[in-house]
């Protein structure tokens, strides 16, 4: 017999939260290709392209200021949360998402430059 005193309504797969709806932005978008379908040449570039950018931006890395460098490494390489890297540092948790910020803004920046420089001793040696 059916209980009609239930006011549940079924569960949707629409996110209901702001935390739902903030995740559900920030996923990335499904791939359209079956799994096994990727091109192996792609995957090949990606990681020539991985492997070369690496030494550049570990540079960027080591010329980040200390404060700015240890909240980086806390939250990316060690992967803590914002609430976890500002425990341990003891500073507020807006000073992490600061200087999180600024890290990434400089390795960009540090990282293009050193690509700059690079690209043009590449291209002197192949005036020689």
């Known amino acids: ?3 009609r005193g239930s006011t549940a309504s079924p569960p949707t797969s629409s996110p209901t939260t702001a935390g739902e709806r903030r995740a559900a932005c920030a996923a990335p978008p ?3 290709r079956p799994l096994g379908s990727e091109d192996p040449s792609e995957r ?3 990681k020539i392209d991985a492997a ?3 030494p550049r931006v570990a540079d960027a890395v080591g010329r980040l200021p200390p404060a700015e460098r240890d909240t980086l490494f806390l939250y990316a390489w060690e992967g803590l949360s914002y609430e976890e890297v500002a425990s341990s540092l003891e500073i507020p948790v ?3 998402r600061s200087r999180i910020n600024r890290a ?3 390795i960009r920046e540090l990282e293009k430059a050193s690509g700059e420089e690079q690209m043009k001793r590449r291209q002197s040696r192949m005036t020689r």
């Open 52 to 54: 070369d950018r690496w």
């Open 104 to 106: 990434r803004r400089r």
């Open 94 to 96: 807006g000073t992490v």
């Open 1 to 3: 017999m059916r209980d």
């Open 30 to 32: 499904v791939s359209w």
């Open 44 to 46: 090949t570039e990606a």
